[in-house]
């Protein structure tokens, strides 16, 4: 028998079956698919997504809803079961083993939705794209454009390795417990390919997180600190942006723009 859900791992089911259809039909997958889902809870999700992939594997966290979800499931060949912390497992090892790029699925609770983005961004070599559920805010801070009151370093992170985008909104009566916000259903391609090199890369994460620290100060002042004067006021003439910009209306390109002039050697500080 299935437990209540805890609020300590941020349990909130969705059991909308119409809502469920909807995230199935999206997930576009095909029989050659080699699917992980993270957090099947009841397995609501799961009944569907199970009758088409060649593979999937459904990671669970909770000890208590392992045994029921064994017992659902139990005529799937196709499908195996995980108790385990999504963020303990070794993508790599699933990739090898089939060969093929994964496509991950999964309602993500709100207290794990960055580190899962993270997570997502370090396995991109074995990840297809993604698909998540997760609170409305949240996937509206990493699809933000430039200008948005939501946009930040983390849109700057996800969107430098992957093009992030709301498929639809979901009511939040669509849970069990009813949480206390809304939330959104997000695809999520991984980029082929990056702009910058490694080393280049943290410098760039570098110059974005310090820019928005403190997002009420000018993009001059954020960084002062960090970067040169010099290297700033090129950097201004370059782009064309006003002196005075703020760090919310720099453009992707703009901040690489920035980390190119401070990685050049002829502006390294002595």
């Not at 909130?12 to 809502?19: E, G, H, P, Q």
């Not at 997502?120 to 990840?127: E, G, S, T, V, W």
């Not at 942006?241 to 453009?251: A, G, H, S, V, Y």
């Amino acid at each position: 028998m299935y437990k209540k859900p805890k609020k300590r791992l941020g349990q909130n089911f969705l059991i909308d079956k119409n809502v469920l259809q909807k995230i199935c039909n999206a997930c576009n997958i095909v029989s050659s698919d080699i699917v992980v889902e993270i957090g099947p809870g009841r397995g609501e999700l799961t009944s569907l997504l199970v009758q088409i992939p060649k593979k999937i594997y459904a990671i669970e966290k909770d000890l208590d809803l392992i045994q029921g979800l064994k017992d659902r499931f139990a005529e799937n060949n196709n499908l195996e079961i995980i108790n385990q912390d999504i963020l303990k497992v070794e993508l790599k090892d699933i990739y090898q083993t089939h060969k093929k790029k994964i496509k991950l699925i999964g309602n993500i609770p709100y207290n794990i939705s960055s580190p899962i983005i993270e997570y997502l961004i370090n396995n991109r070599d074995f990840i297809d794209n993604a698909f998540f559920t997760v609170q409305k805010e949240f996937a509206q801070r990493l699809t933000a454009s430039s200008g948005s009151k939501l946009y930040g370093s983390l849109s700057c992170f996800a969107q430098y390795y992957s093009n992030p985008k709301i498929i639809f909104g979901i009511s939040r009566n669509c849970f069990r417990p009813v949480p206390k916000v809304d939330s959104s259903f997000i695809r999520i391609d991984i980029k082929n390919e990056l702009p910058l090199d490694k080393t280049s890369e943290k410098k760039f994460f570098e110059i974005t997180r310090a820019s928005f620290n403190q997002r009420r100060k000018t993009l001059r002042n954020s960084l002062s600190k960090f970067i040169s004067q010099d290297i700033l006021d090129d950097f201004f003439k370059i782009s064309g942006l006003d002196i005075n910009t703020r760090p919310e209306k720099m453009l992707i390109k703009d901040f690489l723009t920035l980390t190119k002039l401070v990685i050049s050697k002829r502006y390294q500080k002595k």
